[in-house]
């Protein structure tokens, strides 16, 4: 495991990123509750109740939910800095960004002024702290560059998203706000693909693009990224969505080739590794570089060629398999390899007090089991064959028409 240039210091205490991490299965729960009582009218449209209950779920209760618990582990780690009072902050965020997201999921099955009153409160208090307590950590000077600005672009998109988000909410309230002709001009489904965009990439894809350039050498014994793609693939895409307004379908299409060219690097550098021994996380990994190939494929594939059906939900099509395959697919592979990377680090600083303590400290290995991680893998790679395996037939339909 390479530590070089990584300080253990100033972690934050270990309940602290616990609180996310355990919320995110718990939020993963509600969303499957969800689908088994929503029926199959909700798949019909991206603008159901149920399916925009759903997506919020998954990108609040669960993307979201992870990646600021591991922000806040990280920040320490990789740039020598922790957020200032993290006790405090951590309990008002967490708290109103779990409350904000639940009342959220309820506001589009049942929609209500008050509740979207409530949740535009509890997601800005939640979100609005969290970013300015992480925010002002990463206007300092840090060390580890590259995945520090890519953190720092990261936070700037999440940052855009709750932006998008409120004025989003605001506009569905009667007493909102005269801000109506710029609903009108810019028209609510671009605003909401704005706002969904920048949340997918330069919210979460950037964080795991900046994340994968620390973890997977540290963690794998692999190369470091080439330089071309550690220094300038985050900046590249954060321009790309600046950008988004001019162009935005040259602009998707440069995105989705960038993520392309991260995967095959990805790949690359996982295939160096000099520890090639069995690893779930390294499935993960390969797994999501994969799809992301093969949602390059189905992009560029010439629509003259699909089945109508298939044109018609290519947008939806993209961002269930970009969540599910992509994001999801890291998420659940990094936690397999940080949950028991930190519960030994915290408890090992623990015993520096008492050395006699650190022989029983569990292994590594054995704070989680690993043929568990291999359930989980296994059933992450056949939900998602059986989700996609109908537009594969239609996709083959369509080549054979």
């Known amino acids: 495991m390479n530590m070089n240039g990584l300080s253990f210091n100033g972690l934050p205490p270990i309940e602290l990123p616990f609180r996310f991490f355990i919320s995110a299965p718990i939020f993963a729960i509600v969303c499957a509750l969800l689908i088994l009582f929503s029926g199959e009218t909700m798949w019909a449209s991206r603008w159901h109740p149920s399916m925009l209950a759903l997506t919020h779920g998954f990108t609040l209760g669960i993307v979201t939910m992870v990646m600021m618990g591991a922000l806040l582990q990280l920040l320490p780690v990789i740039g020598g800095v922790g957020i200032a009072r993290p006790r405090k902050i951590v309990f008002v965020c967490h708290s109103a960004f779990v409350l904000g997201t639940l009342c959220l999921m309820a506001n589009f099955i049942w929609s209500s002024s008050t509740l979207t009153v409530i949740s535009i409160l509890l997601l800005v208090i939640g979100l609005g702290l969290y970013i300015a307590a992480v925010a002002f950590v990463l206007l300092k000077k840090l060390s580890q560059g590259e995945s520090i600005v890519g953190f720092r672009f990261a936070i700037i998109s999440l940052f855009f998203v709750m932006l998008l988000g409120v004025l989003m909410l605001n506009l569905s309230l009667p007493t909102a706000i005269n801000i109506s002709s710029l609903s009108t001009s810019v028209g609510r489904k ?5 706002h969904g965009l920048i949340g997918l990439v330069g919210w979460a894809s ?3 693009i900046s994340v994968s350039f620390q973890v997977i ?15 300038y693939l985050p900046t590249v895409i954060f321009v790309l969505l600046i950008l988004l307004i001019f162009k935005p379908t040259i602009i998707i299409s440069l995105i ?3 993520h392309g ?3 095959l690097s990805l790949l690359f550098i996982v295939s160096k590794r000099k520890r090639k021994i069995p690893d779930n996380t390294i499935r993960y990994w390969q797994f999501a570089a994969v799809s992301l190939i093969l949602m390059n494929v189905f992009y560029f594939f010439p629509e003259a060629y699909l089945a109508d059906i298939l044109v018609q939900k290519k947008v939806i099509l993209l961002a269930a398999f970009y969540i599910y395959f992509y994001l999801v697919a890291v998420i659940q592979g990094m936690l397999l390899k940080i949950l028991p990377f ?3 680090t915290h408890l090992q600083q623990l015993c520096l007090t008492n050395f006699s303590a650190m022989q029983y400290i569990p292994h590594m290995h054995e704070f989680l089991n690993k043929k568990h991680g291999e359930w989980l893998f296994y059933l992450h790679t056949i939900t998602g064959g059986f989700y996609s395996l109908p537009f594969c037939f239609l996709l083959c339909f369509g080549c054979f028409q």
Do not use: E, Q
Not at 190 to 194: E, I
Not at 217 to 231: D, R, T
């Open 217 to 231: 050498p540290m963690f794998h014994v692999a190369p470091s990224f080439p330089k071309v793609i550690s220094s």
């Open 261 to 263: 060219v991260f995967a």
């Open 256 to 258: 989705m080739l960038i």
């Open 206 to 208: 950037l964080m795991i």
């Open 342 to 344: 930190l519960s030994y």
């Open 190 to 194: 671009s605003l909401t693909n704005t």
